[in-house]
């Protein structure tokens, strides 16, 4: 069964193509301009690399969120047409479970950081269970990253564009109880985000296309500006 994902949470994007939870391709890129510009290309780059056409694809994933509002709009955008266009089925995979799926190997607190701009970042925390299967143990949140740390007491492992930003925080807060991810395994990967669907699809388990949106956690800042100036009014 052959699965496209694409990840679009963060500025580093990805692409992958599966077939029965096996790797055909993967196409990662810092995004300098927009995905609305690199997606199709991307994904088209993949496709004709593996010699699979778009019609041989059985189902489709991605990310949903948290993460950029705006590359998650185009993202889901991009999938709900491909998945329309072929009549296949779709499933949307939060942001943070495939990030954290990077380290499922670890046996520390696992906490995945994606930067939510204003002085927040997306995260949640994530402890291995039996084989490589992660429990989460907190739901998706935006925080302050001081106050996020005065939370932990363990080892913990971060992992995440969030880390670029805080990690002299991290260090100064926790310590020798803070490690960091790989480069390879720090940022969020479309491989992830189809294994995780591959496991979902094989119990049925699929998004309603028609409704589904973006997992944003907190309102847009459009939203927000909206509301602040409608109480002000």
Same mark, same amino acid.
């Given at each position: 069964?052959?699965?496209?994902?694409?990840?679009?949470?963060?500025?580093?994007?990805?692409?992958?193509?599966? &077939? &029965?939870?096996?790797?055909?391709?993967?196409?990662?890129?810092?995004?300098?301009?927009?995905?609305?510009?690199?997606?199709?290309?991307?994904?088209?780059?993949?496709?004709?690399?593996?010699?699979?056409?778009?019609?041989?694809?059985?189902?489709?994933? !991605?990310?949903?969120?948290?993460?950029?509002?705006?590359?998650?709009?185009?993202?889901?955008?991009?999938?709900?047409?491909?998945?329309?266009?072929?009549?296949?089925?779709?499933?949307?995979?939060?942001?943070?479970?495939?990030?954290?799926?990077?380290?499922?190997?670890?046996?520390?607190?696992?906490?995945?950081?994606?930067?939510?701009?204003?002085?927040?970042?997306?995260?949640?925390?994530?402890?291995?269970?039996?084989?490589?299967?992660?429990?989460?143990?907190?739901?998706?949140?935006?925080?302050?990253?001081?106050?996020?740390?005065?939370?932990?007491?363990?080892?913990?492992?971060?992992?995440?564009?969030?880390?670029?930003?805080?990690?002299? !925080?991290?260090?100064?807060?926790?310590?020798?109880?803070?490690?960091?991810?790989?480069?390879?395994?720090?940022?969020?990967?479309?491989?992830?985000?189809?294994?995780?669907?591959?496991?979902? !699809?094989?119990?049925?388990?699929?998004?309603?296309?028609?409704?589904?949106?973006?997992?944003?956690?907190?309102?847009?800042?459009?939203?927000?500006?909206?509301?602040?100036?409608?109480?002000?009014?």
């Amino acid at each position: 069964m052959k699965l496209l994902a694409i990840e679009t949470s963060t500025m580093i994007g990805s692409v992958a193509l599966t &077939d &029965d939870n096996e790797l055909l391709a993967e196409y990662q890129i810092g995004i300098k301009a927009t995905y609305s510009d690199t997606l199709f290309p991307a994904i088209d780059h993949i496709l004709k690399n593996a010699n699979v056409s778009i019609q041989e694809v059985d189902a489709f994933a !991605l990310a949903k969120g948290p993460g950029s509002f705006t590359s998650l709009r185009i993202g889901i955008s991009v999938i709900k047409g491909l998945a329309l266009a072929n009549n296949k089925p779709v499933i949307a995979i939060p942001s943070l479970d495939a990030l954290a799926h990077n380290m499922c190997f670890s046996n520390m607190l696992i906490c995945p950081l994606i930067d939510a701009r204003r002085d927040e970042v997306y995260t949640a925390f994530y402890k291995r269970e039996e084989g490589h299967t992660l429990k989460k143990l907190t739901p998706d949140r935006a925080i302050v990253p001081e106050i996020l740390l005065d939370e932990i007491r363990e080892e913990v492992v971060f992992l995440g564009d969030g880390t670029d930003l805080y990690k002299d !925080l991290i260090i100064r807060k926790l310590k020798e109880k803070a490690l960091f991810s790989p480069l390879h395994l720090k940022y969020p990967r479309a491989s992830a985000i189809a294994q995780l669907a591959f496991k979902k !699809l094989n119990v049925n388990e699929v998004s309603d296309i028609e409704i589904m949106t973006p997992l944003y956690v907190r309102p847009p800042e459009a939203e927000t500006k909206w509301v602040k100036k409608k109480i002000e009014c």
